[in-house]
């Protein structure tokens, strides 16, 4: 399966944020999306997310054959966590596998995600408004990844979590990848080396692949600063 | 000193004029013609400069004006005693009021904090400039008008001239001869907008003295007034050497210029200080559960979990209807005269019921409470914007905010029908049954309004700020629709049929437009 981004653009006014956007993400990666501060990713996300109209372009999914995405392929995790907190860890979980029930394959136990996403036992049934940043952080990655879409969008979110909550979410990334089309933004490039197996830079409006050749990492991350410092 | 105070005058300036702008950029329609780089704009500087040299102006005098004519003109006719004494009387009170609580260097503004704290300005050369400033632009303000009120009311004129420089030197008393003194000694600086509890005393005696001592037909007199003159001009030349030797302002204005200090009446009013309090208002004990599922389910538990904020007001809207109507049925027994007039009450006055509907209508805070602590969170998942899942929920909490809100309306119904049969019933017994589902077609015609309203605008972006101006106009409208009809004498049947078939209409067709618009309207701002 693939993402076919082509011919993307978004402007704010005068301003092209997204140039002329190309490009093919595939299933099975994990994309490390780096760009300076302003560079549109999470314009980017937005407008695959369809929370921004584009200006140009179209972006859709390759799998037999083309087709449109629909609401139910993209999962999208904002750096900021966002979940209901009036709902108990369990009841947020509770209700999103009923509204999401036609589309879990293999769906487990609340109990069973909840030890997937390594949450303790003594927290599942306390309110959301009481969960540390990190926490939050975890329960809006499982909602987005139960429903299982093909899409995951990641837009910085482990910038501000321990590095112990760090380790548990690359890990739990790497297990998933295998069945969906990641895109994790990041600045931060020891991480997206570490995570990501495809480096992807967005700089001045476009999109541009980063290929690793035989170079170590740090000659790797040497190319990548170049890439991004270019005018 | 010159070359400070102009900067720090330019500086205020330019805060403002980039304020006007902004404000501009929030109006409907004109935001669409604004361009984004509009701060470089010389006409809307231009424009904005013209709108700053106005405000300054109405800052000079407009408010003074009012304030003379009003609280010292005005009153002056209150009270039996002699006009020029007691005008004299409330002057001297109402300066020294004036004098704890407006003193312009005490209060933490933003212009201070600008130029003093995150400039780096010269805070002694700052302050004192910008101080004299003001206590000009206060005697400017004011001499007009103590001239004319005062002329009109007998005063002698050199009287009325010497008022504003009264006013300037009880202010200068206060900072050069209190408030440095106490920050000398002890440190202390007192932000003027929170006085303590001693100066909360002080200034209800003051208060008291000004204007309750007229009624027992004890004013000063204008020998009083020129003694109190004089002993001020003493005082004031040791206030101003005071204020001029002063050189710790910047120490001063530290303690003074805190972020909660100069942010208070903005955070307050935050969207963020709102999401904060609503968020406080989740009730949770485990035995709040739902045996529901999907929609129903998180609905419910939205709904048990906010119980209080949902509930009541609405409780206390209801006992306090209720309690209206015992007590104009205990009046009508006592006093049977006043049926008659009691009886025009539900046959002529029920547009002015449109307006106390409007009034106890809880769905702009209910539809608040939805966002700040459920929506705001939620939109950001693709799912919970899926038709299926937008329209299921609306449907819940339509049912929710019409059940809510008849509560109050039921009790409104009930009343003015038993009112009608009490106060000697009508020809024409339709009226009962117009009266009771026109109120109850008014109710479900709000709770219907501001929930479409909410789902086809929703006006709040991701930081929980209105980014709706269409939002904002929509809801005046509707408080201006329903203020209009106050006073409306109607007769019943035909008002009331005419507002059934018009809530019925309205709330069918803008049903229909949620339900084919809301899955793309209903998202956060960008």
Redesign the interface.
């Known amino acids: 399966m693939k993402l076919i981004i082509e011919g993307l653009k978004k402007n704010?006014?005068?301003k092209e944020v997204l140039k002329d956007i190309n490009f093919e993400f595939e299933k099975g990666k994990i994309y490390g999306l780096l760009g300076r501060n302003g560079a549109g990713k999470t314009t980017l996300f937005?407008c695959l997310?369809?929370?921004?109209p584009v200006d140009a372009g179209k972006f859709f999914l390759k799998d037999k054959e083309l087709r449109k995405i629909e609401?139910?392929d993209?999962?999208?995790v904002?750096s900021t966590p966002?979940?209901?907190?009036?709902?108990t860890g369990r009841?947020f979980l509770?209700?999103?596998i009923?509204?999401?029930k036609n589309r879990i394959k293999n769906e487990k136990t609340i109990d069973e995600y909840f030890d997937f996403m390594k949450i303790d036992k003594d927290d599942r049934?306390k309110?959301l408004?009481d969960y540390s940043h990190g926490m939050k952080n975890k329960m809006q990655m499982l909602?987005?990844i139960i429903?299982n879409p093909s899409i995951l969008l990641f837009d910085e979110p482990l910038t501000s979590l321990d590095i112990v909550v760090q380790e548990e979410m690359k890990q739990m990334l790497k297990s998933i990848k295998k069945n969906h089309i990641i895109i994790f933004s990041t600045h931060i490039i020891e991480l997206a080396l570490d995570l990501c197996d495809e480096i992807v830079i967005l700089n001045k409006g476009v999109l541009e692949k980063i290929d690793k050749n035989d170079l170590n990492n740090t000659k790797f991350k040497d190319k990548i600063i170049e890439a991004l410092k270019e005018e | 000193m010159f070359k400070t105070f102009i900067t720090s005058f330019k500086l205020k300036n330019t805060y403002r004029v980039n304020s006007i702008i902004y404000s501009l950029k929030g109006l409907p329609v004109i935001n669409k013609i604004l361009?984004?780089?509009l701060y470089k704009n010389k006409f809307l500087k231009i424009f904005g400069n013209i709108i700053s040299i106005l405000f300054e102006i109405i800052g000079t005098f407009l408010w003074k004006g009012l304030y003379v004519w009003l609280v010292l003109g005005s009153m002056t006719f209150a009270y039996k005693t002699n006009p020029v004494n007691t005008f004299l009387h409330l002057f001297v009170f109402a300066t020294l009021i004036g004098g704890i609580l407006n003193t312009y260097m005490l209060n933490p503004t933003k212009d201070k904090y600008y130029a003093i704290v995150l400039m780096n300005m010269d805070a002694n050369t700052f302050a004192v400039t910008n101080y004299f400033y003001s206590m000009l632009k206060l005697i400017i303000g004011l001499i007009p008008f103590t001239i004319i009120f005062g002329l009109m009311l007998n005063v002698p004129l050199l009287i009325c001239i010497s008022m504003p420089f009264f006013v300037a030197m009880i202010k200068i008393i206060v900072i050069g001869i209190f408030s440095i003194s106490d920050f000398k000694k002890n440190r202390v600086v007192k932000n003027e907008n929170l006085p303590t509890k001693k100066v909360w005393i002080l200034l209800a005696s003051l208060l008291l003295l000004g204007f309750g001592l007229p009624y027992l037909g004890v004013v000063i007199n204008q020998i009083i007034y020129i003694v109190l003159f004089l002993i001020s001009i003493v005082f004031v030349i040791i206030a101003l050497k005071e204020i001029i030797t002063f050189k710790d302002y910047k120490k001063m204005y530290k303690l003074l210029l805190t972020n909660e200090n100069v942010y208070a009446v903005q955070n307050a009013n935050s969207t963020k200080m709102i999401k904060e309090n609503i968020?406080k208002k989740?009730e949770?004990n485990?035995d709040i559960t739902s045996n529901k599922?999907?929609?129903a389910?998180?609905h419910e538990?939205?709904v048990k979990?906010?119980s209080k904020l949902l509930t009541k007001a609405i409780k206390k809207q209801t006992i306090i209807i209720i309690g209206i109507f015992i007590i104009l049925f205990i009046v009508i027994f006592l006093n049977p005269t006043l049926k008659e007039e009691l009886n025009s009450l539900p046959l002529i006055y029920l547009p002015y019921f449109v307006f106390i509907m409007y009034m106890l209508n809880r769905g702009t805070t209910i539809t608040q409470a939805m966002f700040m602590?459920?929506d705001?969170?939620?939109l950001?998942?693709?799912?919970y914007?899926?038709p299926?899942?937008i329209l299921g929920i609306f449907k819940e909490r339509l049912k929710t905010l019409i059940l809510l809100n008849l509560v109050p309306a039921l009790a409104i119904a009930i009343g003015l029908v038993l009112l009608l049969y009490f106060t000697g019933g009508t020809s024409n017994y339709l009226n009962y049954f117009i009266i009771f589902i026109s109120i109850i077609a008014m109710s479900i015609f709000f709770s219907v309004h501001y929930l479409v309203m909410y789902y086809l605008l929703q006006p709040y972006n991701i930081n929980t700020e209105i980014k709706s101006s269409t939002y904002t106009v929509v809801q005046w409208i509707t408080y201006f629709v329903a203020y209009y009809l106050i006073g409306k004498k109607i007769p019943t049947l035909y008002f009331g049929i005419l507002m059934i078939a018009f809530c019925i209409i309205y709330s069918l067709i803008s049903l229909f437009i949620a339900y084919k618009y809301a899955p793309k309207t209903f998202?956060?701002r960008?």
Do not use: W
Not at chain 1, 49 to 52: C, H, I, K, R, S
Not at chain 2, 380 to 383: F, G, K, L, Q
């Open positions: 704010f006014e005068k937005n997310n369809e929370d921004l609401s139910d993209i999962g999208y904002l966002n979940v209901p907190e009036f709902l009841e509770k209700f999103f009923e509204i999401n049934d309110l408004k909602v987005n429903a | 361009p984004n780089s968020a989740i949770y485990g599922t999907g929609f389910y998180f538990l939205f979990r906010h602590n459920c705001h969170s939620m950001t998942y693709r799912i914007r899926t299926d899942v998202k956060i960008q």
